[in-house]
């Protein structure tokens, strides 16, 4: 996936959109698409805090695995953000169109030094693949990831339970504005 993200500051709000473009490839099939997001977020800074909402996902799929042309899941978020002296809490609240289901993410991210973070999460995604036989439910939906910020470029790798479907693991590389 390739994407281009442009923020534009007001006062304590923050204006943000997103373009791009996605290939998948799972054996011998491929898909291919256009995507972008749109989201508008405020900071607090007497109560450190910051709230969000975004669309995100706006696009259409140019090439789909298969014949059947499936819509790319278009979802609507709402976040909340408080940071404490040496970590950050989270939660978000994502409303997916195409299922009508919410699904709920806390999130807890450690501050380790001014370039490293660590995260872990749970979400309530995963609350329809559990199955009675799996001694190890409780690890579904959970996340971890940590970031890595360098001279103008932070590194995100994470990893995601997915439970008896496996594991995704995922890593971006951004480059940063000063």
Do not use: W
């Not at 940590?146 to 995922?170: E, H, Q, T, V």
């Amino acid at each position: 996936m390739f994407q281009y993200f442009y923020n534009y500051d007001v006062r304590n709000l923050k204006l943000g959109i997103s373009a791009g473009a996605f290939y998948s490839h799972i054996h011998h099939y491929n898909s291919f698409g256009i995507s972008s997001s749109i989201g508008i977020s405020a900071y607090y800074k007497k109560i450190k805090s910051s709230i969000g909402l975004s669309i995100e996902n706006l696009g259409y799929v140019l090439k789909s695995f298969t014949t059947y042309n499936n819509p790319i899941p278009l979802v609507y978020r709402f976040s909340f953000y408080k940071r404490l002296s040496s970590f950050l809490i989270g939660y978000d609240a994502k409303y997916l169109k195409e299922s009508d289901d919410i699904q709920h993410i806390l999130c807890l991210e450690f501050m380790a030094s001014e370039k490293i973070n660590f995260r872990i999460s749970n979400s309530s995604y995963l609350a329809d693949l559990l199955v009675d036989e799996n001694d190890y439910n409780f690890l579904s939906g959970l996340g971890m990831g940590i970031n890595i910020k360098l001279k103008g470029i932070a590194l995100d790798i994470g990893f995601m339970n997915l439970g008896i479907a496996g594991a995704a693991y995922g890593m971006s590389l951004s480059f940063l504005r000063k």
